[in-house]
């Protein structure tokens, strides 16, 4: 899917052992957890990580909502990518499409996730872009 303001970002992880199934082959679950490996790499190059947001704003970014589409089985010890891709919106939200290719660059899952902005001491949710996260928008798009 093409979207005019977005960035994306490539993550290698090398597939461990205790990633895997009895056969061998990557538990369906840890695909969620390398969307989120690519999540946190993001933040990392980007300055939206995790405790970026809590340390400018007192904010959290739970998920709420997250799909994965699985393509192709991945196997112990294999190196894979995981492409996401930060989708820009007017609402107060941080979405990401993933994609994840084996070593042959086959392409192995899709996914998306969406967060919402939470105060981390109120648990309250936000419906309006927090000043921190337009700045970040202004900068970055």
Same mark, same amino acid.
């Given at each position: ?17 205790? @990633? =895997? %199934?009895?056969?061998?082959? &990557?538990?369906? +679950?840890?695909? !969620? ?6 999540? /946190? ?25 997250? @799909? =994965? %589409?699985?393509?192709?089985? &991945?196997?112990? +010890?294999?190196? !894979? ?6 989708? /820009? ?53």
């Amino acid at each position: 899917m093409s979207h005019s303001k977005s960035i994306i970002t490539t993550t290698e992880i090398i597939v461990k052992f205790s @990633d =895997c %199934d009895a056969l061998q082959m &990557v538990w369906h +679950g840890n695909y !969620i957890k390398y969307f989120e490996d690519g999540r /946190e790499d993001f933040g990392r190059k980007h300055t939206l990580g995790y405790w970026d947001v809590y340390k400018q704003s007192g904010l959290a970014v739970p998920l709420i909502h997250v @799909d =994965c %589409d699985y393509k192709k089985f &991945v196997g112990l +010890g294999e190196i !894979i990518t995981v492409e996401s891709t930060y989708i /820009e919106t007017p609402a107060a939200k941080i979405i990401f499409e993933y994609k994840i290719f084996n070593e042959k660059k086959e392409l192995v899952c899709t996914g998306k996730t969406i967060q919402v902005f939470v105060d981390a001491v109120t648990k309250e949710l936000l419906i309006t872009v927090p000043p921190f996260y337009q700045a970040w928008k202004q900068k970055h798009l």
